[in-house]
C-alpha cells in the first residue's frame, strides 16, 4: 500500500497520536455547532491549530450527529508549496496521519481522471498543509469514511465545477473545502474585507478572488453548484490571527461556513 504520510504533523498540530486525540477532542468538545439537516459542504481554515484549531472544530462538530451517513470526503485545499496547473490527485492508496490512515476511494479518483486539468501530481500533495490539517478532524468526527484529497492549482471554473459536479454523490458524500480567509492587511481592512467575503459567501457569488480567500477558486465552484441544488450557505463563527498573537498589523482571517 503506497502512503502519504504526514508532513506538518509536529508543527501545524501534534505529533503525537495521543496529544493530538487530546487536542482535537478539547476542540471538539468546546464546539457546540449543530444542524438538523446534514451538511453537503463545510468550508474551512488551514491554519496551525492554536490559531484556527476551534473555528475549524465548529463546522466540524455540525457532522457528528450526522456522523455515520458520510461515506465519502471530497476534499479540497489550494497549493501552497508547489507550481501548479489544473486539479492534482494522488496515486496514494492511503493518507497517513498520526490517528492513523485514510484510504483513498481510488474508484472516484479514476472517476474524474478523465477530466481536462485533473492529473496525478505527488508533489502537489507531499508537503501540502491546506489538506492534511484537516484530515485529524474528520477522523475524529466521522465514523468510516474514504476520501478523495484534490490539490488545486491555477484550475478554470469551468474545470473545478466539472469535477464537484462528478463528485457530488448523495447523501453519503461531504464536500469540505480548505481555505483562510484575507491575508496581510492591518486588522481593520481584514474585517472589512472578511465581512465583504462573508456577505459574497451568504449570497452564493461565485466572485471571490485570491484576496478573499486562499481557496478561493475550489469555494466559487462550490457556490455555483451550492446555487444550483438549493443549499444555503451559513457562516459559523470567525476571527483572525490577532485574537492568537496581539498582532494587529499583519493578520490573517478565518472562517468556517456550512451549505445545507
Known sequence: MSVRYAAVSGSFYPAHSQDLAREVGSFINAATTVTEKPPKIIVVPHAHYSFSGHIAAEAFHALIDHQHQYK????????????????ATSANSAFE????T?????????QIDQIAGVHVQEDAHTMEYSIEVQLPFLQTVLS???????????ATPKQLAEVLRALWGGDETLIVISSD????????????KDADTVEKIHQLKPTLNSYDACGY??????????ENEGLKAELICQCNSSVVTGNRDNVTGYASFMMV
Open 72 to 87: 465519502k470526503v471530497i476534499l479540497l485545499g489550494p497549493a501552497h508549496c508547489c507550481c501548479l496547473q489544473g486539479i
Open 102 to 110: 485514510i484510504d483513498v476511494a481510488k474508484e472516484l479518483v479514476d
Open 217 to 226: 477558486r475550489a469555494l466559487n465552484a462550490a457556490l455555483v453548484l451550492a
Open 97 to 100: 496521519t498520526p490517528l492513523g
Open 144 to 154: 468510516e469514511f474514504s476520501l478523495v484529497p484534490l490539490v488545486v492549482g491555477d
Open 181 to 192: 480567509m484575507s491575508h496581510h492587511l492591518y486588522d481593520n481592512d481584514a474585517r472589512h
